[in-house]
């Protein structure tokens, strides 16, 4: 068995991707490869922790499922064991125990596509209390630095009079408007990470209600494009996202969201997410402007 920093991994593998999770911990993906390669797409984290009221939070890089909106220290409920792995064909199943504290017990599901480089997760929250909570699913994939971030935007009027506005997009308290990694364009607002960070550098976040249903992270000629489907007339969490992107001077992370759920006691919410991975820019979802953008 492999291991991710002395934690024990298990890896699902085919002719296009090799993804590595933790066999004790999470539900965590920790290493992502395309066939070939030796360069772990994930940033690595392995001493990035925080301390809660129920112990050390490791964010360890890759990806991680958490329910929104965010609290201390609901949130950062450590996630070291327990975890149950159920294999299935080209897949397998990641099952929590019940967090202390909140009562929901979370599942990821992830299956590799046998065409392309390409993978399906499948995020849902239980609701193993005795109360009800209102949550939503929190999908959040977390980067090695040196690459761009690609937000694309809507376009054009969405009234004949073209009165109205057309997007919107919500900044947290630490976020400035003169971060010199950001640049907003028609196309695609686009975090650039490929700028040296220093230990004082300002972290930054940004989120938006994303009609386009994609976000994506240009690094190293390969291109990797998160999708998740818009329920258009469900409410999101914080002022109406449904993706968002954080970056500091360790990692960034593209984030998904689902739409705010009252959940009653023995009831689920799911959420699912499809990766795209493109050793090019020859991506169907990225128009030629925002390949210029790019180049």
């Not at 129920?54 to 991680?64: A, L, M, Q, S, T």
């Not at 109360?131 to 040196?146: D, H, R």
């Not at 291109?223 to 001077?249: I, T």
């Amino acid at each position: 068995m492999s291991d991710f920093y002395r934690l024990p991994t298990n890896h699902l593998e085919n002719r296009f991707l090799r993804l590595e999770y933790l066999a004790q911990a999470g539900p965590r993906l920790v290493r992502l490869f395309l066939a070939g390669s030796h360069e772990n797409l994930f940033a690595e984290l392995p001493k990035f922790v925080i301390d809660t009221p129920y112990g050390e939070f490791y964010f360890r890089g890759g990806h991680r499922l958490w329910h929104s909106p965010e609290g201390m220290p609901r949130t950062y409920i450590p996630d070291n064991e327990g975890l149950v792995v159920e294999e299935l064909a080209n897949g397998v199943r990641l099952s929590q125990p019940v967090e202390a504290g909140t009562g929901i017990q979370k599942t990821l599901e992830v299956h590799l596509h046998d065409d392309r480089p390409a993978l399906t997760l499948q995020h849902t929250l239980t609701n193993q209390a005795l109360w009800p909570v209102e949550l939503a699913v929190w999908a959040i994939t977390q980067f090695a630095l040196g690459g761009i971030v690609i937000l694309p935007q809507k376009q054009g009027a969405v009234d004949a009079a073209g009165l109205l506005p057309n997007r919107q997009l919500v900044l947290w308290s630490y976020t400035r408007w003169n971060d010199p990694r950001l640049r907003l364009d028609e196309a695609a607002i686009l975090i650039d990470t490929r700028r040296e960070a220093s230990p004082l550098t300002q972290p930054f976040k940004v989120g938006y209600h994303n009609p386009h249903e994609w976000i994506g992270y240009w690094r190293k000629g390969v291109l990797f494009v998160k999708q998740a489907a818009l329920l258009a007339v469900e409410r999101y969490p914080d002022g109406g996202c449904n993706s968002e992107c954080y970056c500091n001077n360790q990692f960034v992370e593209l984030e998904s969201l689902g739409a705010l759920t009252r959940l009653e006691p023995g009831e689920k919410v799911e959420h699912s997410e499809t990766w795209e991975l493109y050793p090019s820019l020859e991506a169907p979802v990225i128009s030629d402007e925002i390949r210029r953008l790019l180049s």
